[in-house]
């Protein structure tokens, strides 16, 4: 892996030398930083298992299987490269974390910052003192204080204990009285077992969401509190709440024109039909009918918590955001480094996606046009060994945007032939 | 039977798929296709609860043409359960019209599907209908289910079905005079499941019946097969096969065709396609018998029958025979392929210009063993144009004899399946693989035969991996579905749509 890296790497390095760009890819596919953190994480699980508990021993069951899954899932995201070590950008991260523990009188000890590849606008706590960012955060803030305020969100989730207590709490409510007298009366039932089975299930599948939505409302004002020690902007707070409210949006798009002006070089002509798809049968998608999915959102919708923070800080805001040094050369690089991110994660398709979105800004771009290439050469031998629906998502009526499915069609439609001459025109 | 393969497998994967889909058991499954074969979506039966005796909640999922979940729906359904047999099952069959799609649904016991009733989905407000049948010449909407073992031929309906550019039909069969069941028929039901016409054919004092099987219709006309068979015997055929013009709008026969020469020849149809003004009537013939069967054995070669659509006269017939193939191919005069056996014919497409694309295979029928497939181009004097072989694995099923049809019915041809992919171009696919073979090495190979700007050209797909097993399926227009169940215990199952290059 660490050679494929070496490669990809130069590849991009040589964009730098060539091209006059400030930009020198991460590693995100280290063995060593793999290997480290399968290590340390393996030994911190087995001490949380270890750990006593007051619960009875059907509680102590659940909460195992629980936590037996999530560790499970956070290995595997390990082992599969999903975290980047990087000289700057973790201990930066770390840094950030450290100043609103510090500040806020909260040891550090036991925290830790990890930054995801994922390209997704969000950030997470497992529970075990560890906080996620996803690299997709640096696409969507704008200065440093919408990060921090992110940051100081999710320490509130672990200071104040959420995810164990989540499990506890379902695991005490799964073992009650009430829920086993209710199971002992389900098996009994000669007819409709599964129907009251699922009933009481989604009651407390309720519950508990109700609690985890609650917990997002604390989390954000006791966040705010720590946030509001570092002494940043407040504002920083509402304005990175409505950009997650509209992180499913897609900002631009590609039309069919764009495609004439980026592909037709080197005889190669974009035909109307590249870009059709058999008209579906089917014009409407209902939501799941098997529970209200509104009432399961975990997170209430951003315009609510929004609403709940501009009344903690009485809408008294200061003009001036902070962003270091380090920051903007984050941002700087955000949008190629995503690019890249996709790529390592094989997520050609998307990765070439994003790359043409930019590239029709900005078509003398060396490093745009070299991801091009590579991903171009990555779909053409998909396509050859069938296997193009690993890297390109799958046409998609129902969550897709209509650009990103006219762009799905497009790799699918061309030619081989046309493929060939594509990459052609890419290759440096 | 794709998602019978699709659905039905219990590794771990696609039990975690399905399990994504619904938390209940898995019954059954259909693809739903347009009129020209293409794939539009995906019907999925499950089994939520037993809510009462003989009776079970089922939820439903529809999935598009790309997999994606359009609805899901509960419906409550019987199941049948006497103290002799249980139902292990309720099976869909499903066909489209327009916006709606009609499920026929059946107890499965033992092997045989019993107590069929109907229901329709429109899928422009993804509404269920109640169920409904067609029992002693009503249709009953809602009936009350009564299934004592005395009483199952009040609960089992006759034929319902969707014609293209028709819409709902009944087709009643049963003769009965105690219960003045006099005559068989053909009734089209509209939107509101009010009868809108009524053919009548054949009579209960008739001493001979038609036995009348759908071949192709559109809003103008509708075409019927017909075999006669003996009053007293309807296992009994006799040497007389015909084929109906109906008007599709006001049900009344516009043509009885009689086939040709049935002293000495005997008719199968392998499609029917209906243009602006023509009915093309394609398919095999052999020499004729008493029963009008067609002998395997006896195969003479293809024919091609041509009707004014508005009268149903005949224009024009055309055949061709397997002997005309000599110095092309090492065939005999009655289609035996040297080493290879007879000709099988499993698609007669009609092309823009008048050509006419041929899909065989040959086989042996004792022991049944299959072999390569021939793709004939036939001109529009049904001459042969082109002439593309593919070979293939043989396939070898010791112990078994069957006739064609049979070896067509249990699915143990190669040719899997076609897409009509528009502007005269067709793909087709075919296993290249030993059945049921454990050979991993052997069981990845498909075939890919397209058919375009007038040329055939094959490629094999080589699914063989290391850690998994793939196996392939059509899929939507100008795509292969495959799915890979892998080695690796609780990975799951990869449903991939594949584009196909040609």
Not at chain 1, 168 to 179: G, H, P
Not at chain 2, 331 to 354: A, F, P
Request: charged letters at 30%.
């Amino acid at each position: 892996m660490k050679f494929i890296f070496t490669i990809i790497a130069l590849v991009f390095c040589g964009l730098f030398i060539n091209g006059q760009t400030n930009f020198v890819s991460i590693d995100t596919t280290s063995f060593v930083c793999k290997a480290n953190l399968n290590l340390e994480y393996k030994k911190k699980f087995e001490s949380i298992n270890k750990k006593k508990s007051a619960l009875n021993s059907a509680q102590k069951n659940i909460t195992k299987e629980i936590y037996s899954e999530i560790q499970d899932n956070f290995l595997d995201k390990i082992n599969s490269n999903n975290f980047i070590c990087d000289d700057k950008i973790n201990p930066y991260l770390q840094g950030l974390m450290d100043e609103v523990l510090i500040k806020s009188g909260i040891s550090p000890e036991g925290y830790k910052m990890l930054l995801s590849r994922n390209s997704e606008i969000n950030a997470y706590n497992t529970g075990d003192g560890t906080i996620v960012v996803n690299y997709g955060l640096f696409l969507a803030t704008d200065n440093e204080d919408e990060l921090v305020f992110i940051i100081s969100h999710e320490i509130g989730h672990q200071f104040l204990n959420h995810i164990k207590n989540d499990i506890e709490t379902f695991a005490l409510l799964s073992t009650s009285e009430e829920v086993v007298k209710k199971t002992k009366e389900i098996r009994k039932q000669k007819y409709g077992r599964a129907t009251t089975a699922s009933d009481l299930l989604k009651n407390i599948r309720y519950q508990n969401y109700s609690e985890r939505r609650k917990k997002e409302i604390e989390a954000d004002s006791i966040g705010l509190v720590f946030y509001k020690k570092t002494m940043r902007n407040p504002k920083a707070a509402i304005a990175v709440l409505g950009k997650l409210d509209d992180s499913d949006k897609e900002k631009d798009s590609i039309m069919p024109g764009d495609y004439k002006r980026v592909f037709e070089k080197g005889g190669f002509v974009v035909k109307q039909k590249y870009f059709e798809e058999e008209e579906s049968l089917f014009k409407k998608y209902d939501k799941t009918k098997r529970i209200d999915v509104d009432s399961l959102k975990t997170h209430p919708d951003c315009i609510t918590r929004v609403k709940l923070l501009k009344d903690h800080l009485d809408n008294k805001f200061t003009a001036q955001y902070s962003s270091s040094n380090s920051f903007l050369e984050i941002k700087k690089n955000s949008a190629y480094q995503n690019l890249f991110n996709l790529f390592t994660a094989e997520k050609y398709g998307l990765s070439l996606y994003e790359a043409l979105k930019l590239y029709k800004n900005d078509s003398e771009n060396p490093i745009l046009k070299n991801i091009i290439y590579l991903n171009f050469t990555k779909i053409y031998a998909s396509r050859g060994s069938y296997t193009i629906n690993r890297y390109v998502p799958t046409h998609d009526n129902l969550h897709n945007t209509a650009s990103l499915n006219r762009f799905i069609s497009f790799v699918n439609n061309i030619k081989m032939t046309d493929l060939e001459i594509i990459i052609n025109n890419f290759k440096s | 039977m794709l998602l019978l393969c699709f659905f039905c497998c219990t590794s771990y994967g696609q039990i975690t798929n399905l399990s994504k889909l619904s938390k209940g058991k898995f019954y059954s499954s259909d693809v739903i296709k347009d009129e020209k074969n293409n794939i539009k979506g995906y019907f999925i039966l499950f089994e939520s609860d037993k809510v009462a005796k003989e009776t079970v909640e089922l939820e439903y999922v529809v999935l598009d043409e790309n997999l994606t979940k359009v609805t899901n729906g509960f419906m409550t359904e019987m199941k049948y359960e006497s103290w002799l047999i249980d139902a292990e099952k309720i099976t869909v069959g499903v066909s489209l019209y327009k916006n709606k799609l009609l499920l026929e649904l059946a107890d499965y016991a033992n092997g045989v599907s019993l107590f069929q009733r109907y229901r329709i989905l429109d899928v422009v407000t993804n509404e269920m209908s109640k169920p409904f049948d067609f029992i002693k010449g009503s249709l009953r909407l809602n009936p009350v289910f009564d299934r004592k073992n005395s009483n199952m031929s009040n609960n089992m309906s006759e034929n319902i079905s969707f014609y293209d550019g028709v819409g709902m039909m009944v087709h009643s069969k049963t003769l009965n005079k105690k219960e003045g069941r006099t005559k068989r028929y053909l009734a089209h039901y509209n939107d509101d499941l009010k009868e809108e016409w009524k053919y009548e054919y054949s009579e209960v004092e008739d001493k001979k019946k038609k036995i009348l099987t759908y071949l192709a219709s559109d809003e103008d006309v509708i075409v019927l097969f017909n075999r006669y068979t003996k009053n007293n015997n309807e296992g009994t055929y006799l040497p007389e096969v015909s084929t109906l013009f109906l008007d599709a709008k006001k049900g009344t026969l516009r043509k009885e065709f009689q086939f040709p020469e049935l002293d000495k020849f005997s008719y199968r149809v392998v499609d029917c396609v209906i243009t602006n003004d023509k009915v093309y009537l394609m398919g095999n013939y052999a020499k004729g018998n008493k029963y009008a069967s067609l002998d395997d054995t006896e195969n003479i070669g293809l024919y091609k029958l041509v009707f004014n659509k508005k009268t149903g006269e005949l224009l024009d017939k055309n055949y061709f025979k397997w002997e005309s193939l000599v110095g092309k191919l090492d065939i005999k005069k009655n289609g035996y392929v040297r080493k290879e056996g007879q000709l099988y014919t499993h698609n007669m497409l009609l092309k823009s210009d008048g050509n006419i694309i041929a899909v065989t295979e040959a086989f042996i029928n004792k022991p049944i063993i299959t072999n390569n497939m021939y793709f004939l181009e036939l001109d529009d004097k049904f001459e042969v144009k082109d002439l593309f072989e593919v070979t293939k694995f043989r396939n070898k099923f010791p112990g078994t004899n069957a006739y064609s049809s049979d070896i067509k019915n249990y699915g143990m041809f190669d040719f899997i399946d076609y897409q009509d992919l528009g502007d005269d171009e067709f793909l087709f696919f075919l296993n290249d693989n030993e059945k049921k073979s454990k050979n991993r090495k052997k069981s990845t190979l498909y075939g890919i035969v397209s058919y375009s700007d007038g040329k055939f050209k094959r490629q094999t797909l080589d699914l063989k991996t290391e850690t998994s097993n793939i196996k392939a399926y059509n899929s939507k227009k100008g795509y292969l579905m495959l799915v890979e169940n892998f080695d690796e215990k609780n990975k799951s199952t990869e449903f991939r749509l594949e584009k196909i290059n040609y």
